[in-house]
């Protein structure tokens, strides 16, 4: 029987710290991790006391097994990983086999040197390894860095078929030491399709409960919690905890309450807070957990939840943009920091990022505008090229949740992007138009958008992450089919209950006073249900009808915001 | 059987000229009319070929029966309209005879220096005369100025229970000496509650067509139309017509098959035209008339059709404007002149007026204010007051359809407001509020509207002539509330298929900034099927984001104002 038969359907209980035992019976230690080779008893030992406890899950010790850490030790990568596996596999019996993954210990770029391909090669030696060793599953955890987490789960899903859990830890301000935060974490990993994910070590239980909170309030799938016994004390001059086990497990047993079904501890916790669990929980019901029908995109630390109305800038698309455009055929990176900036100051939520002008690799120019604004600007991106496989590559590197700019209804379209979306949990904006051609009826286009929809499914893509692109077409071309695109969005929503979107300014196209069209048509848009707009946030006169709209629509409440940003 | 059981149901024959027969009998006579006393037999021998000829209705020789006319003449009116009566009837059998009443042949104020009431006196006097002594119906013809067909309507009405038919004469411009296009004159006509209406003289049938083809395509009520034989030409120095009866007949033929259902003839026309149309359309059937579903109100002269959106300009409510509340107060009534001509030249398409301010003789001022826009500006007037009587007065003195501001809800609104609305023709905007207070949810909104419609009814006020205020409400006191009325809008277009009217800019009270929340709200309301908006023109954003709307609609084609307005 698999894990995944039992998560989220039974609490299951993953043991508590190895770290802080192997502290007590073996205090010279200095790299732990050696002991899998060196004293495999004490380790069978250890797994044994979790199992007594009542454990589901032991952990096997190799949070520090990857080269940096193992850099003076006279074992392999391997060699550490097939012993801790075959130690904790051993004592085992009905009980799952994690194996354990810590972080690198070093940071990777841009945070710090270690590359995306020399993380990725640390993490598949461990991942392979411990899948031949005979490993249950992947525990990735400890993580502070969400592009290291990501990196590790994509290392996992492409060398083994293992079920996959991620944890992260966080700090007193509810983020991780990167900056993340829990909505954003769980929209990067549930996209990037982990089997449970959740939280470890922090602090204790206490002070993780508002972090667990925000997690079940965002996650669509069984969550972990394991957290320390507390903060760390001096007592008769040895460390210990501050939270006893009777403590400990009256907090799990409210997460539980709330909505987590895995349970274990971190630092500081023993065999005896997990037998205090499972004594606690006995009998418990799982609170059933609801499908978030949210649809969240993230930057490297925090997420953009659509609930209101959500601007994408547009201004880093070369075409017309000759500044832009120079910039990129010189290979200057810094307009990509400096646009994305500017735009989030005048109220872009999301940027979207188009490298495509003659004469450049495109490829190359996408990748580094996308770590280049990932790294400094806390702002999602949305990725913008016909050429799949460079979305598919800025996808790869990209520290966050993205959307991908676009798919449409055609065959080919739809073949060659959602596997990709499907993989590294991505949103896309949906073209409604397909092989029949452009600027079709209302009818036809929400039929292409329903066909989208029903298509993406097959690939398990939740309906959430699609957005709508209703079209907005030009008033100089099709004056008489403008209606039409405001007839689909309140359609789209009524009819299929997606996101929505309007590239709002090809309607002006041509005219004179743009500005005065296109923020009649985003307000008449707004009115029908449109969910996102995709506009230049230098149009000031858009960023106002916006503004005045989140007041109208009872958002922006008591106008507070619309009353500092336009008093005189 | 009177003749409203014939009206529209079968073809109805009146006659054709008398005054050109009896130029034939009488070439030396100055003032015919007197011939009703001096020439009886002469004139029933006239009416005898008439009715020979297969006329159903025969007019009597009282055209110009008034004390202007009548000015140096041995007869009262009263003589000559009851021997005039008196002719026709002695040889009517069967036939109608109807009391012709022609115009005063002095203009009426503001036009002339006859006054309203002087003009009442004298077409009360002639009603009375032609009732009493026995005619069947009342046709009041020639008519070029509006206001004078009103005064004459009126006085009709006021003062005996006949059938009222009323005819203008046009011009080669379309329109007739004054002004009036066909559509003015069909709304401010059926306003009235005439029982047919239509044109008769002006030139010959052929010349006639294209403003026949306009009233059949606005008119609801049977059309009558009695034109010239040709123009005059001298032919062996006599003056004769230079249109055969065959040609005559086959143009009334093709006017029939148009839905034409009263015809006759007018100069130049004898007792042969007549026969020969009544042999020509032997047979033929009426066209089915359709109630036009149209809401339209007028100046003196033109119609304003409610089929895109309609701008009313508010700048005529002294609440806050100081400059008019001076005017007001100091009786200067050239400003509601240059108001009304520059919210006109702004984009204002009806102006409404309000005079309500402490202090002042508001019936007078509201009075003043009428004359001087009706007189000057070619723009239809929305007569804002809480005062019913006020409201009454000026409708009665406005020489065209004018729209009332307001009813609502409450019985009291609805029992002093729609007796006044239906005498004088004039479409209501209702405010959906009632008893049961202000502001209430959308549903019993819509509910209050549906009422406000259904008592309409009941005082035979088509649904066409009842614009329902959805009640603009101010973000400030009611931000929960914006949606709903929008709601309202889209719902009431949908359920009861009325017009729709916005206050728009009640939403940014207090606010600042406000041409932004004004101009995004009406954008989002214009999404929801907005028909009419009641604003301050002077607000630039608000009449660009109308224009916007009219390309985005399609309904400035090819966006020609648009780009004509904007273009540097
Ligand atoms: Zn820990
Ligand atoms: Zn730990
Ligand atoms: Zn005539």
Not at 35 to 56: D, F, Q, S, V
Not at 176 to 187: E, H, K, L, R
Not at 244 to 253: G, M
Not at 435 to 440: D, I, P, Y
Request: with cysteine; proline share 4%.
């Amino acid at each position: 029987m698999s894990i995944l038969d039992k998560l989220g359907k039974e609490i299951v209980y993953i043991d508590g710290a190895l770290g802080t035992m192997i502290q007590l019976e073996a205090p010279d230690i200095i790299v732990p991790d050696e002991l899998n080779i060196e004293r495999p008893e004490l380790l069978k030992k250890l797994h044994a006391m979790y199992l007594g406890a009542g454990a589901n899950v032991i952990t096997t010790n190799t949070f520090g097994a990857n080269d940096y850490k193992l850099i003076e030790s006279k074992y392999t990568v391997e060699d550490i990983i097939t012993s801790g596996v075959q130690n904790a596999r051993e004592v085992a019996k009905s009980a799952y086999v994690a194996l354990d993954i810590g972080p690198l210990g070093k940071m990777i770029e841009p945070l710090g040197k270690v590359t995306f391909n020399e993380a990725y090669e640390q993490f598949k030696k461990q991942v392979v390894a411990g899948a031949k060793a005979g490993c249950d599953l992947i525990l990735i955890e400890t993580m502070s860095d969400i592009l290291e987490a990501k990196i590790a789960i994509l290392a996992a899903k492409e060398n083994c078929d293992l079920p996959v859990i991620c944890t992260m830890t966080f700090n007193e301000n509810g983020k991780t030491f990167t900056g993340v935060d829990p909505i954003a974490m769980v929209a990067v990993l549930e996209g990037l399709g982990v089997d449970a994910l959740g939280v470890n070590c922090s602090f204790g239980p206490d002070k993780l409960m508002p972090i667990v909170e925000k997690i079940i309030e965002y996650a669509s799938i069984p969550i972990v919690v394991q957290p320390n016994a507390g903060l760390p004390i001096m007592k008769d001059n040895k460390v210990t905890y501050d939270i006893d086990k009777e403590t400990f497990a009256l907090y799990i047993r409210q997460m539980v309450e709330l909505g987590v079904s895995i349970v274990g501890g971190c630092c500081g916790t023993s065999p005896e807070h997990i037998a205090q669990c499972v004594k606690i929980l006995k009998g418990m019901e799982l609170k059933k957990q609801e499908s978030k029908d949210l649809t969240i995109v993230t930057s490297a630390r925090s997420g953009v939840v659509f609930e209101n109305i959500t601007v994408i800038g547009e201004a880093l698309v070369p075409t017309g943009r000759k500044k832009y455009t120079q910039a990129l055929e010189k290979g200057k990176d810094m307009f990509f920091y400096s646009s994305a900036k500017q735009q989030k100051k005048l109220g872009a939520q999301i940027i979207n990022i188009n490298v495509s002008t003659p004469g450049i690799d495109e490829n190359a120019a996408m990748i580094k505008g996308v770590k280049r604004i990932s790294s400094s600007v806390d702002i999602p991106l949305q990725i913008d090229s016909i050429h799949p496989h460079i979305i598919e590559q800025a996808l790869r590197y990209y520290p966050g949740k993205a959307i991908i700019n676009s798919v449409n209804g055609t065959e080919e379209s739809m073949n060659k992007i959602f596997p990709i979306a499907k993989k590294y949990g991505a949103c896309v904006i949906a073209m409604t138009f397909d092989e029949s051609g452009l600027f079709q009826s209302v009818e036809s286009r929400l039929d292409i958008a329903k066909n989208i929809i029903e298509r993406a499914a097959k690939y398990e893509i939740s309906k959430k992450d699609i957005i709508i692109d209703c079209l907005s077409l030009s008033a100089k071309a099709y004056q008489d089919r403008l209606l039409d695109t405001l007839e689909l969005v309140s359609r789209v929503k009524c009819e299929i209950g997606v996101q929505t979107m309007l590239g709002v300014s090809n309607i002006s196209y041509g005219l004179p006073e743009r500005s005065i069209l296109d923020r009649t048509y985003l307000a008449m848009a707004l009115s029908r249900g449109l969910d996102i707009v995709m506009m230049s946030v230098y149009d000031k006169e858009m960023i106002e009808t916006i503004d005045a709209f989140n007041v109208i629509s009872n958002i922006d409440k008591s106008a507070i915001n619309y009353r500092t940003k336009y008093s005189p």
